[in-house]
């Protein structure tokens, strides 16, 4: 299975932007979709995730009611709508599906690169 991540880019502080993630390959249910974020010098951190079971939702708390995931399942794709977007927001953007329990059973798309300036 293979993820490709697109999307990032360069966005004023405020801006928005939609980061796109297109699952290929192999034929597999997720447990769940999710997005990562890793700035400089700090560890990797999740950003929102996508339930299969129930549909529901997570978000961190630092992104919440601003971000918004969804998904496809039709297209093996998921999005993350990013608005009112802060220079703190600023990293490196990955998906990843996760096929066991946790996300340590997962795979990984290769990350875009999202830069907020102020």
């Known amino acids: 299975v293979q993820l490709q991540a697109s999307g990032g880019g360069l966005v004023q502080a405020g801006g928005s932007l939609r980061l796109s993630c297109a699952a290929s390959?192999?034929?597999?249910?997720?447990?769940?979709m999710g997005w990562f974020r890793q700035a400089p010098g700090k560890e990797r951190e999740l950003v929102a995730v996508?339930?299969?079971?129930?549909?529901?939702?997570y978000y961190a708390d630092s992104v919440k009611g601003r971000f918004t995931i969804s998904r496809d399942n039709a297209k093996n794709m998921v999005y993350l709508q990013m608005t009112s977007l802060k220079p703190e927001d600023t990293a490196v953007y990955y998906c990843?599906?996760?096929?066991?329990?946790?996300?340590?059973?997962?795979?990984w798309g290769q990350g875009t690169q999202v830069t907020v300036s102020s």
């Open positions: 996508s339930r299969r079971s129930g549909g529901s939702t």
């Open positions: 390959g192999r034929t597999f249910s997720s447990n769940a």
């Open positions: 990843a599906a996760q096929y066991g329990d946790t996300w340590r059973q997962s795979y």
